[in-house]
């Protein structure tokens, strides 16, 4: 089992930025590559970005392309999704998650967080 959870979450202005955190606990860290996902109301889940167990390799969806990094701490067991011009169509429930392959489908993803809200306010 892993067991991880978000934080960092809160209300911005459109433009602003925030940090969102995932802290990891359970099985070995490095072992999993970690996705970051968004649910708005009446939306299904989404990916958003994933980074390789070793931190190498990252993709992101379109809509976040060149406004969010994805990075990862394995000394530290935690994941970061650093967001930058943040606008109101972010607004969402963030979730981490982490699976022990590589890809970019919520269907893929053994293990969840609960969430962190995410408000951008125009």
């Known amino acids: 089992q892993v067991q991880l959870v978000e934080s960092g979450g809160g209300l911005v202005q459109a433009g602003g930025s925030l940090r969102l955190s995932c802290a990891a606990s359970?099985?070995?860290?490095?072992?999993?590559?970690m996705g970051w996902f968004r649910q708005a109301p009446g939306k299904e889940r989404e990916f958003v970005a994933v980074?390789?167990?070793?931190?190498?390799?990252?993709n992101y969806a379109d809509s976040v392309k060149g406004r969010f990094t994805i990075s990862r701490d394995n000394a530290k067991n935690t994941v970061y999704l650093q967001m930058w011009s943040l606008k109101p169509e972010d607004t969402a429930v963030y979730y981490c998650?982490?699976?022990?392959?590589?890809?970019?489908?919520?269907?893929?993803?053994?293990?969840w967080g609960q969430g962190t809200q995410v408000t951008v306010s125009s």
């Open positions: 980074i390789s167990r070793s931190g190498a390799r990252t």
């Open positions: 998650a982490a699976d022990l392959s590589y890809g970019w489908s919520p269907g893929e993803y053994d293990y």
């Open positions: 359970g099985r070995t860290f490095s072992n999993y590559a």
